[in-house]
């Protein structure tokens, strides 16, 4: 099945520094990735996603580009503030098309 | 956007007995349901896919009778914690895909189950 490996697993910045995240995924039909922002306790939150048909997407500060050839993607974040630390996961679809595969999850700490 | 409600949202029990959580999709119907079970800080690991009238799909390792999956209707679907014991002490969470090409997933808002 679907497997789904995220990198790194905590990750601290600077205030107004970039940060990146970035996953790599096993499955080559898999064709839909998005990413998901989690506080403590809570539901996860979808960021912004991207499709196998393009190749980078943005959205303000976050931004997500996508190699399949490679079978890797990236979350993009830049002036980071305080406020965006909280634990970030990738998922990709896995083999049947249904249900997301995660990936184990990035811890960011963005210091003031 | 579409909505899941997942009940409870915390529940603590004793060990050996029954735990059930909700998962509704409130303005959607459902044919397919996931649960997923996340240990503190861990990811989110599915559980298993649960179909409306038909038998749940689970993944491997996921024991079939100690997590009892109903998905009666296209709007709902339980989970039931059988003979719980400590180590099922977990973060349970319910997702769905609205109806529609987008394959965006909808989550409840989990549910925290303390088994003492």
């Known amino acids: 099945g679907e497997n789904v490996e995220q990198h790194p697993s905590t990750l601290s910045v600077q205030e107004g520094d970039s940060a990146v995240i970035k996953c790599t995924y096993s499955?080559?039909?898999?064709?839909?990735f998005p990413w998901y922002k989690q506080e403590l306790g809570k539901r996860p939150q979808l960021i912004i996603d991207?499709?196998?048909?393009?190749g980078e997407k943005k959205d303000q500060r976050i931004a997500v580009t996508l190699n399949k050839t490679a079978k890797h993607f990236s979350l993009h974040i830049t002036e980071t503030q305080p406020e965006d630390s909280a634990v970030y996961f990738c998922a990709a679809i896995n083999q049947a098309g249904t249900a997301l595969i995660f990936g184990k999850g990035t811890t960011l700490s963005v210091s003031s | 956007g579409a909505v899941v409600s997942q009940h409870p949202s915390r529940v603590i029990c004793k060990s050996g007995t029954s735990v059930k959580i909700e998962c509704r999709s409130l303005?959607?119907?459902?044919?397919?349901m996931f649960w997923y079970r996340q240990f503190p800080k861990q990811s989110l690991m599915l559980m298993a896919t649960?179909?409306?009238?038909?038998?749940?799909?689970?993944e491997q390792g996921v024991e079939k009778d100690k997590f009892l999956i109903n998905h009666a209707s296209l709007t709902l679907s339980t989970l039931t914690v059988t003979s719980a014991h400590p180590e099922d002490s977990s973060f349970y969470i319910c997702?769905?895909?609205?109806?529609?090409?987008?394959?965006?997933?909808?989550f409840g808002q989990g549910t925290r189950l303390t088994v003492v």
């Open positions: 303005d959607f119907q459902a044919t397919t």
């Open positions: 499955d080559s039909a898999s064709n839909y």
């Open positions: 649960s179909n409306e009238g038909s038998k749940a799909t689970y």
């Open positions: 991207i499709r196998s048909n393009v």
């Open positions: 997702s769905a895909r609205a109806p529609g090409p987008s394959p965006e997933a909808f």
